[in-house]
């Protein structure tokens, strides 16, 4: 599916955020763990949650969606091997979990995805997974090959890249097994699933250093609760967030936004290049921070963007390209190497976008320099968003700011993380329509 974006005066309204995708993933791995009836309010219902609930499914889980609502059912079975594939479609975050938590049981299974997360590294996990104890086959990406063994020890890691995912793949794994963990990460990542872990009353520790994260999780009983509420993803919020700055004259209240420290970097980003972005109604809810966003159109100005926050905004790099992008002045993203292995190589991907728009930047082995403008641009050809949701995304926001309209390709992928994403941005007055 190829879509068009065109150019647009204003945005206004409001938008209730689309459930996190991350946290999602998250407590229905944990839930279906704790084996107990629980009802999960603000799912995300799109493909990669979806994919992790169906491999959940197949080892032995009893979950079911009604409309907005999931169910978990307390079952009399333990977890069990899978009698087929675990196929995991374009779920990276929901590979990685599961991963850990099937190594962690001793399971026998094969885990498989898509030919994206096909080529998604692995290794990141396999190896400290194998140091636990766990018994893996693999090339380093996806097929993965498990085998009964038993993770027996206690176990200390010290990660040599900063990643939520493998951190939260020890946890489950540990958790699963029943031993204690400690794990170092170079900067602090994302913390859902400790977050989550201490929700349910585990014995862990986290966020103590401001510059390096140290997490340590001692085995408990996990305490089951009846209910567990999904935040708005931020993820989404920042395009929404992007659209709004860059367009004119325009106002826009986004509803029940994650606003956990460690995802929310973006916004303390866009208020150094001169972002007009306040938030209102903060509370806690499931652990979690939430709140309402207020962005109003804002004119930028380019920055050099610090290299510790790069962890904790890197899924919202290609649209902090785009905000760039129509800022005055230059921006320079480093230490962004991650970006290469996402489901594309996202800077190569930022590069060809922005050389479309006519947009002058600079690639780097880690990075970007994007100088940016003030006036509307025109695109000389279609955009390839080489499968990838935020790629594709992205610059159908950059539409708002181009006289002649932006064809973005492939944006059937979008649905893995942003459902109904062309009807939430029109119903805000943006133009984006199928294109055939």
């Known amino acids: 599916m190829n879509l068009i974006s065109q150019e647009i005066q204003s945005m206004s309204g409001e938008i209730i955020c689309p459930g996190?995708?991350?946290?999602?993933?998250?407590?229905?791995?944990?839930?279906?763990?704790?084996?107990?009836?629980?009802?999960?309010?603000?799912?995300?219902?799109?493909?990669?949650?979806?994919?992790?609930?169906?491999?959940l499914n197949q080892m032995g889980a009893s979950i079911k969606k009604d409309q907005k609502k999931i169910f978990l059912t307390k079952r009399n079975i333990p977890f069990q091997e899978p009698s087929k594939d675990l196929d995991l479609g374009n779920s990276g975050t929901g590979a990685r979990l599961i991963l850990g938590l099937i190594s962690g049981l001793g399971l026998k299974s094969k885990l498989v995805g898509d030919s994206s997360l096909s080529n998604r590294p692995m290794l990141r996990v396999i190896n400290p997974l194998k140091e636990m104890g766990a018994n893996i086959e693999s090339k380093g990406t996806l097929p993965i090959y498990t085998f009964s063994s038993k993770?027996?020890?206690?176990?200390?890691?010290d990660m040599p890249i900063a990643s939520a995912q493998v951190k939260s793949c020890l946890l489950l794994a540990a958790l699963a097994s029943k031993n204690n963990i400690s794990i170092i990460e170079p900067k602090i990542t994302r913390?859902?699933?400790?977050?989550?872990?201490?929700?349910?009353?585990?014995?862990?520790?986290?966020?103590?250093?401001?510059?390096a994260g140290e997490v340590e999780l001692n085995f408990n009983k996990l305490l089951p609760k009846s209910s567990y509420t999904v935040p708005g993803d931020f993820s989404s919020a920042a395009f929404i967030i992007v659209a709004a700055?860059?367009?004119?004259?325009?106002q826009v209240l986004i509803k029940n936004v994650g606003l956990n420290k460690t995802r929310c970097g973006l916004i303390e980003i866009l208020k150094l290049m001169g972002a007009d972005i306040n938030i209102h109604n903060q509370k806690i809810e499931s652990n979690e921070q939430v709140g309402d966003i207020i962005v109003k159109s804002s004119n930028l100005i380019g920055?050099?963007?610090?290299?510790?926050?790069?962890?904790?905004?890197?899924?919202?790099?290609?649209?902090?390209?785009?905000?760039?992008?129509?800022?005055d002045g230059v921006t320079h993203i480093t230490n962004a190497s991650e970006l290469r292995v996402k489901e594309s190589d996202r800077l190569n991907a930022i590069s060809e976008g922005l050389s479309k728009l006519n947009i002058s930047h600079k690639i780097f082995?880690?990075?970007?320099?994007?100088?940016?403008?003030?006036?509307?641009?025109?695109?000389?050809?279609m955009i390839n968003s080489f499968d990838d949701h935020r790629i594709a995304m992205s610059f159908l926001?950059?539409?708002?700011?181009?006289?002649?309209?932006?064809?973005?390709?492939?944006?059937?992928?979008?649905?893995?993380?942003?459902?109904?994403?062309?009807?939430i941005m029109n119903s805000l007055g943006m133009k984006i329509n199928e294109k055939n």
């Open 191 to 211: 913390d859902h699933t400790e977050r989550m872990i201490d929700y349910f009353g585990g014995d862990i520790s986290f966020g103590k250093k401001e510059n």
């Open 365 to 381: 082995d880690d990075g970007i320099e994007i100088i940016g403008t003030k006036e509307n641009i025109d695109c000389k050809d």
């Open 20 to 55: 996190d995708k991350s946290i999602s993933q998250r407590i229905l791995i944990i839930g279906s763990f704790l084996n107990c009836d629980m009802e999960i309010n603000g799912f995300l219902d799109a493909e990669d949650p979806n994919s992790t609930l169906s491999a």
């Open 245 to 250: 700055l860059i367009s004119q004259r325009s």
């Open 303 to 327: 920055i050099d963007v610090p290299e510790n926050i790069i962890p904790n905004i890197i899924d919202e790099i290609p649209i902090l390209s785009i905000a760039a992008a129509f800022a």
């Open 151 to 157: 993770i027996l020890n206690d176990y200390k890691y």
């Open 397 to 423: 926001i950059a539409g708002i700011r181009s006289r002649n309209g932006i064809s973005v390709m492939n944006c059937k992928n979008i649905e893995t993380s942003f459902p109904n994403f062309m009807n």
